[in-house]
């Protein structure tokens, strides 16, 4: 089985761009978490979707957002970048959002921000 | 959400024992106690979970104190391929809380010596 893929796998933009990234979770798994690592920092929660609805939100400003999508594929949307935005975007996905489930991460995405 | 405290670093020659320790003195009574790990360039492997009694699983043994307020994550036998960033994360099962999210800290930097 296909783990969790997320696309693309580097990005470079310039500060003030916008960028998308995606994630397709394992299937079956109705539940998708995103997070962003910072170089030398353990990775830092932004949203959890599940079934379609956003279930948490972590200490991100506005110009992050996300959706989930019917097939619960996932995109994380982030505006007007800043330099500190560069970091590794993971993805990870779990059967439901009950606190004993385990989550699968992808390889993650490396946004740098010039 | 309550706080673990894990040593910044450590070491162990290959096929000995490893015992990585973690705190969580304000764990609450239905915080079940995870642990990941990340290999570098990869995003974070579920390793083990626990909720009061000890664990075992292909990869790893979860002893956890009687107070629950320590828990070491044990490695049988490390191979070059276990040195990686290991975090001891806790999941609250209190619902005003986000379920699915982790609360990664720094982590404990494991170097396996051949």
């Known amino acids: 089985d296909a783990g969790v893929t997320q696309s693309p796998t580097h990005l470079i933009k310039t500060r003030g761009q916008q960028v998308t990234l995606r994630c397709s979770p394992i299937?079956?798994?109705?539940?998708v978490s995103w997070y962003q690592q910072v170089l030398g920092q353990g990775p830092q929660f932004i949203f959890q979707?599940?079934?379609?609805?956003?279930?948490g939100r972590g200490n991100f400003p506005d110009r992050f957002s996300a959706r989930q999508f019917p097939n619960y594929s996932s995109e994380l949307n982030v505006n007007a970048l800043l330099l500190g935005d560069s970091a590794l975007y993971l993805c990870?996905?779990?059967?439901?959002?009950?606190?004993?489930?385990?989550?699968?991460f992808g390889p993650g995405t490396r946004l740098t921000v010039l | 959400d309550a706080k673990t405290t894990q040593p910044n670093s450590m070491e162990s020659n290959e096929e000995e024992p490893v015992h990585l320790p973690c705190n969580h003195s304000?764990?609450?009574?239905?915080?079940?106690i995870h642990w990941y790990r990340q290999l570098p360039s990869q995003g974070p492997e579920y390793v083990i979970h626990?909720?009061?009694s000890n664990v075992n699983n292909r990869m790893a043994s979860l002893a956890i104190a009687e107070d629950r307020k320590s828990s070491t994550l044990i490695l049988h036998r490390a191979t070059l391929r276990d040195a990686a960033v290991y975090y001891c994360?806790?999941?609250?099962?209190?619902?005003?809380?986000?379920?699915?999210?982790?609360?990664f800290g720094r982590g404990t930097q494991l170097t396996v010596w051949p």
């Open positions: 979707y599940y079934e379609k609805e956003e279930r």
């Open positions: 994360i806790l999941r609250s099962t209190n619902r005003g809380s986000t379920l699915g999210r982790l609360y």
């Open positions: 990870a996905s779990s059967l439901d959002h009950a606190p004993g489930n385990e989550q699968f």
């Open positions: 299937s079956g798994h109705k539940s």
């Open positions: 304000t764990i609450s009574g239905t915080d079940y």
């Open positions: 626990g909720l009061t």
